[in-house]
């Protein structure tokens, strides 16, 4: 039994997760709700507006999510 990513494929798995990705996005914008990510490794808020300002560590958080990979905190 193939697993679902080898029935439609990385390419469209990839594609499918980003369309995902930017509807949670603009659905925490239009609450008024930024949204934290990582960008190349480094912690950052989205404001609603696209305003990508950078997160200040303040307990460990940021090293943690450079560690693992992990942006969930």
Known sequence: ????????????????MAEATHKAIA????HGLAVTVSIDGELRQIQPGDHAAPMAAQDGRQ?????HGDSSN
């Open 27 to 30: 659905e925490a914008h239009a």
């Open 1 to 16: 039994m193939k697993s679902l990513l080898d029935q439609i494929g990385l390419e469209r798995a990839h594609a499918l």
């Open 63 to 67: 090293a943690a999510a450079n560690e």
